[in-house]
C-alpha cells in the first residue's frame, strides 16, 4: 500500500495479537487487532479496535484521529504477517457496521493491484464468496497469502 505503517507493533508469541500506537491530534491510541479462529477450520476472524482503560478491544469505536489510511495499511500489514507465519489459513473480516465495511471495500479497491500481489481476496456476496469486484455491495472479505 502506498501509505505508511506503524511500525512500533507489539505482537504475541502465537501471532493472535497485535497492537500498535495510532498517533494523531486526539493523542496516543493503543489500537488492537486480534486474530480468532472461527467454526470452519483454518479460517480466522479479525477484529480490529481500540485497547480500553480495562484492557479489553473496543471494535466499536471511531476515534478519528486523523491516521485512517495508516492504520489500515498497517492491518494489512499484519495480515501479511499473520498469514506468513500459518500460510495454510485464511482471514476474515468486516466492518461493524454497512458504513466500515463499505470503507474496507474502498481501501482494498483503492489498492487492488499491491495487494493481489500478495494475496488472494474475495467478498462475500449473496452469502457466497467471490473473486473481490471493485464498486459490489460486499458483506465481508476472506484472504489468504500467496505462495
Given at each position: 500500500m502506498e501509505y505508511g505503517i506503524y511500525s512500533n507493533l507489539s505482537i504475541t508469541d502465537d501471532f493472535s495479537i497485535f497492537e500498535f500506537l495510532s498517533i494523531g491530534p486526539k493523542g496516543v491510541i493503543v489500537k488492537r487487532i486480534m486474530f480468532t479462529?472461527?467454526?470452519?477450520?483454518?479460517?480466522?476472524?479479525?477484529?480490529?479496535?481500540?485497547?480500553?482503560?480495562?484492557?479489553?478491544?473496543?471494535?466499536?469505536s471511531v476515534s478519528n484521529n486523523g491516521d485512517r489510511n495508516k492504520i489500515l495499511a498497517t492491518v494489512a500489514y499484519c495480515i501479511e504477517i499473520f498469514l506468513n507465519q500459518y500460510p495454510e489459513r485464511w482471514v476474515h473480516f468486516k466492518g461493524n457496521s454497512f458504513g466500515r465495511t463499505r470503507l474496507y471495500r474502498m481501501a482494498i479497491s483503492a489498492n487492488l493491484k499491491f495487494l493481489e500481489s500478495k494475496f488472494h481476496i474475495y467478498?462475500?456476496?449473496?452469502?457466497?464468496?467471490?473473486?473481490?469486484?471493485?464498486?459490489?455491495?460486499?458483506?465481508?472479505?476472506?484472504?489468504?497469502?500467496?505462495?
Open positions: 479462529p472461527t467454526e470452519v477450520e483454518e479460517v480466522f476472524n479479525l477484529s480490529l479496535g481500540d485497547v480500553t482503560f480495562f484492557g479489553e478491544l473496543d471494535a466499536s467478498s462475500k456476496v449473496d452469502n457466497e464468496f467471490v473473486p473481490f469486484q471493485k464498486n459490489v455491495h460486499q458483506d465481508g472479505f476472506l484472504v489468504r497469502i500467496k505462495p
